[in-house]
């Protein structure tokens, strides 16, 4: 055990009686934990499912792909957590489990069938969930089926008529459904993903569906995966649409990815304003998210979901391998997204995670103004060490950088780092019109496909940056450009990263706000603090 650790009296209780290999064990579990982040109590996890939001009970529920029996994929079931503000979760046991037919229970989503459409029920109540998931069956095939809850989405009975469609494929998944009041019907997005398209159905019931029409655009990978078609508002006040395509694997990055496309539909056909294929971020460790739907017929209308996802922390290249001992994977905190522009004039979409500012623990918050130039290159910060979690503010100026600076100059570079020279990075080359994260720099994880340098163009109009960064114990979210310019990116150290570096490593005059606010713990899961 390193000596940083072993002077948390908490660590040392946890590892005492413990074998080397049980050390090791327990300690990456602990290190590696998030603190607002959800992540499974123990096995595997992947794509979030099922996001709702039940208006009677003010209760989120999220059900999410879970392996209960090992740290790896496979053995599909749904696991099921709740939260009153999507911090705060509360574990239940699994909610879809495998039937006598064996077939497993691949990613979808869940609907409150208020006004009891499908039949399932004995009348109107918000208590009516209905779920609709890809069963893969032992032969290969994926249709989709339906489970229906009476207790308000705790505990679930396969339907009697399932599958509700079946292709004979075995590349059918994912379905995402919601209630259209103005078409008066539910409308399904599911992937067709060996084929690289997606499909919209219409059903007035759940039970029996009709075939609409067919999108197929942007990259192709090898599979389209986990397609989610959510109304959206424009910057005119009219309504869109974005739909959201996740790819695996064969993203240019490597393995997993989303793209998105910006359109209109009508009830029947997606139809994209152009041709362009928009990467959700500039980094690979977000894939297969979720909107967070508001339930689905309320008092005979729609609030159309939320406009907020949940994303799944994770790159099929290495999801199964990361060094967490007892558990594996993380989500995403909740994002809001909303349709703008970027420097270009190009229509794109803004993230911003929801609501942290709740958790600030503003009694250990720092601020500071730092001046780096060519008397001090450097400036070091030492970090509140009261919680995994952290929320950092940098705001930056380039006082004196030429208007026709060349690649190269008005360079800023921002690290995390530890006592052992571990760091992650953010770098910002003003001249080339370029910013970066950087992860190579750490020796808690090793794998050929764990990519370490990630980077993209941002906003040099002005002299002026923004950034906001979530870090939690090994997971990093990264905001600029007004949430245009997005990454998440998780991240392995062998110790916690303690201090915060400010670089102006070729001289150049910068004035650096910064604010650091520590993150209050949000879940019932064991950190290095506890």
């Keep these: 055990m390193n000596k940083m650790l072993s002077a948390l009296p908490f660590v040392m209780t946890l590892m005492s009686g413990a074998s080397a290999n049980q050390e090791d064990s327990l300690l990456s579990s602990v290190l590696y934990r998030p603190a607002i982040h959800f992540s499974p ?21 999220m059900y999410y792909q879970y392996n209960p029996n090992a740290t790896v994929a496979g053995n599909q079931h749904w696991g099921h957590a709740t939260s009153k503000d999507l911090f705060h979760w509360e574990d239940h046991p699994v909610a879809l489990n495998i039937g006598s037919d064996g077939a497993l229970i691949f ?39 339906l489970m229906y809850s009476t207790d308000g989405g705790y505990t679930y009975t396969p339907y009697s008529g399932n599958p509700v469609i079946d ?64 109304p959206v508002t424009d910057v005119d006040g009219s309504k869109k649409y974005i739909l959201f395509v996740s790819i695996n694997p064969g993203m240019p990055l490597g393995g997993s990815a989303t793209q998105y496309f910006i359109g209109d539909f009508n009830g029947t056909t997606f139809v994209p304003e152009d041709e362009a294929t928009r990467l959700l971020e500039f980094t690979k460790d977000n894939y297969a998210l979720q909107y967070i739907s508001q339930g689905s017929i309320l008092n005979g209308t729609s609030s159309y979901g939320s406009n907020a996802f949940i994303g799944w922390v994770g790159n099929w290249q290495y999801a199964q391998n990361t060094p967490t001992g007892s558990w594996r994977s993380a989500f995403t905190l909740a994002r809001n997204y909303s349709i703008t522009e970027n420097v270009y004039g190009q229509r794109v979409i803004a993230q911003e995670p929801l609501n942290v500012e709740t958790l600030r623990i503003d009694s250990e918050s720092i601020s500071s103004n730092v001046s780096l130039g060519s008397n001090n290159t450097e400036h070091k910060i030492e970090l509140p060490v009261v919680t995994t979690a ?38 910002l080359d003003w001249g080339s019109g370029n910013l970066w994260l950087n992860r190579d720099n750490l020796t808690g994880f090793d794998n050929p496909f764990f990519t370490g340098k990630f980077s993209t163009f941002t906003d040099v109009t002005n002299l002026d940056f923004n950034w ?43 004035d650096v706000e910064v604010e650091i606010n520590p993150l209050a713990k949000s879940m019932n899961r064991t950190t290095i603090f506890g």
């Design 107 to 145: 990613s979808g989503s869940a609907v409150i069938d208020v006004n009891n459409t499908s039949g399932f029920f004995n009348g109107s109540s918000n208590k009516n969930f209905v779920a609709i998931y890809t069963r893969a069956l032992l032969n290969g095939t994926q249709d989709q089926g």
């Design 468 to 510: 906001r960064i979530i870090v939690d114990a090994s997971v990093l979210e990264f905001f600029a450009d007004d949430g245009i310019t997005v990454g998440t990116m998780a991240y392995y150290s062998s110790i916690p990263l303690t201090n915060l570096i400010l670089e102006s490593p070729n001289g150049e005059n910068i």
């Design 390 to 427: 952290l929320e950092l503010i940098i705001k930056g100026n380039y006082s004196s950088l030429p208007s026709d600076a060349a690649p190269g100059q008005g360079r800023f570079n921002l690290k995390l780092a530890n006592d052992f020279n571990e760091y992650v990075e953010a770098g």
């Design 167 to 230: 292709l004979n494929s075995t590349s059918f998944r994912d379905p995402a459904v919601q209630w259209h009041p103005e078409w008066n019907k539910w409308v399904m997005t599911v992937a067709l993903s060996r084929e690289h398209k997606v499909r919209f159905y219409e059903s007035t019931d759940l039970k029996n569906w009709t075939r609409l029409s067919e999108f197929s655009a942007g990259i192709y990978g090898v599979d389209y995966e986990c397609p989610n078609l959510t």
């Design 41 to 61: 109590l123990k096995n595997f996890m992947n794509d979030p499912n099922g996001l709702i939001w039940d208006q009677s009970t003010q209760t989120y529920h």
